[in-house]
């Protein structure tokens, strides 16, 4: 029988840094567990605007439209106006139809995505993305959230604080990152360092100027030194 593989580099630095944040911010678990299409909806809201405005929005949505065929059969505009505050109303209200009309159409007459839960990593991903106007940071969401795969959404947070760490190349789309990540992240550490990250880009790697000096990872970021200048110092090993 053959020894097992060892860890790289690689793996070994991300289950350090996964031990830092993890003693730093506590439990690392997804925010919510929804419905997927529920789930998927709000995820459309949530685009460019913050999480608490989204999960006020889908509120207001469901509470003007109980059913998701009422949503279909209203009027974009009717459905915009509801959704106003969440930004990007004229473009997510027929976007949020157009996906309703597509799952319908292909569910049999039904609203709902449970389908997904008997379908592998892959074949789930696939069905999400070949929905109109749904990429790869949205389908992870609804993974990993909606139905607890092993996924790494890649927002405006992770996409910057791996960056930073130098986890991918420093001028990589987000779209490239997902790909990249979903590789790079060992098995059953995707979802909580999604979390992670998160919590490290609003809290301390903010854009455009990270608080390096009070950052868990400073000693493992090549970044931090354009930013500590002598002020750095070294953490405790992970």
Not at 26 to 54: F, I, K
Not at 146 to 162: E, I, Q, S, W, Y
Request: hydrophobic content about 40%.
């Amino acid at each position: 029988m053959s020894a097992p593989e060892l860890p790289n580099a690689n793996t070994r630095r991300l289950r350090a840094i996964h031990r830092r944040l993890v003693k730093r911010f506590g439990e690392l678990a997804p925010p919510r567990a929804s419905d997927p299409l529920d789930e998927l909806v709000l995820t459309v809201l949530s685009q460019h605007t913050s999480d608490r405005n989204a999960e006020r929005t889908f509120a207001s949505l469901r509470t003007a439209y109980p059913t998701w065929g009422g949503v279909v059969a209203a009027r974009a505009v009717d459905i915009a106006d509801v959704i106003r505050g969440g930004g990007l109303a004229n473009t997510k209200a027929p976007r949020i139809q157009q996906i309703l009309r597509e799952v319908a159409e292909r569910e049999g007459g039904d609203y709902s995505l449970d389908r997904l839960r008997v379908m592998s990593d892959a074949d789930a991903r696939a069905y999400l993305t070949s929905l109109p106007g749904i990429g790869p940071k949205t389908a992870a969401v609804v993974l990993s959230f909606a139905l607890g795969r092993d996924a790494m959404p890649v927002d405006t947070h992770v996409h910057r604080v791996t960056r930073r760490l130098g986890i991918v190349p420093d001028k990589t789309s987000a779209e490239r990152a997902d790909r990249l990540l979903h590789d790079l992240v060992p098995d059953g550490l995707r979802t909580p360092l999604h979390v992670a990250f998160i919590r490290l880009g609003r809290d301390i790697c903010k854009a455009p100027i990270p608080r390096c000096i009070v950052c868990p990872l400073r000693d493992l970021c090549p970044t931090a030194p354009r930013y500590l200048g002598d002020r750095g110092g070294r953490t405790q090993s992970g």
